[in-house]
């Protein structure tokens, strides 16, 4: 087994999974304002050291995805954020897109940034300890109209650029096409969608020649948009998305994580645990967990607010959510 494949595949060690705190100035600034807190670079460190600080965390995280500023940052413990969570055996990884902008064609879907000057970037951010990369797409439904499948293609295409790029400078790529849950679409809808984002990306990753084995998919979970008014449950959430990977992702692949994309906390644990028993069910192929930013972090933040006295409860309150994720996973 090669490095990067080891590496991949020890993100999903047994009852374990990865945070997503890869929050850009731009979103960590507007999740912050929405619990009432003000924001400034100091804000935002303490923000990440609420979370990564944690006594424990390592017993449920095998890594966590990072924003390029905190690399640079310390904790209470006045280490370097990847140096402090690598000594607790917890990977630090690294969002490298520059985030999605319109496409001039077709104004209401993205396409994401960030190629240009990937490979010196990529070099940094080895040098500040990150072992692992994330990109993502934003695919929006729209009825029947969108996404296009220009944009289906295009994002693949940027997806499968950034994964080599990554490969080659011996990093492992999260590829993250995520399905966007907001709209009025039903969850047929939305499985129709994720496999043909799905089955566009792996194609086009084989085009590219980009080594499958130590690819990770971060994924959404196909299931009704939130305006469309409809709570699929957890049984039926799970049989469509098993039904989507299982029909469009190679074998070969490391592993699957999913995003939580604005179900509540309680939605994306029995999401999990429902998805975990499907997939046992079906013999899936691949080993699959949780990569979440909001259903793991919301409960904590708000009881925080941002006030140092908070913070006990507040990690607390992140301890017992990664504890009901992790047993979801088992
Ligand atoms: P959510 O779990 O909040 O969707 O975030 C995961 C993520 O990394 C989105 O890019």
Redesign the pocket.
Known sequence: MTDLVATARSLFAQGKGIL?A?ESVHTATARLASYGIPTSAEMRRQYRDLFFGAEGVERYLSGI?LFSETLLEKGSDKKLFPKSLAARGIAPGVKVDLGTEPISTSPHEFITQGLLDLPERLAEYKKQGAVFT?W?AAIRIDGDQLPTSAAIHENAKRLASYAKEVQSAGLVPIV?P?VLLEGKHSRARSRTVLEEVLGTLFSVLEEHSVDPASVIL?TSMALAGSESGKKDTPEEIAEDTLAALMSNVPRQVAGIVF????QTPDEATANLAAIMRKAKELNAPWPLTF?????LQEEALSIWKGKEENAPAARAAFLARLAKVSAARL
């Open positions: 997503a890869d995805i994330k993502r993250e995520e971060k995003l939580s994309g604005g990569s979440y930013a909001r259903a």
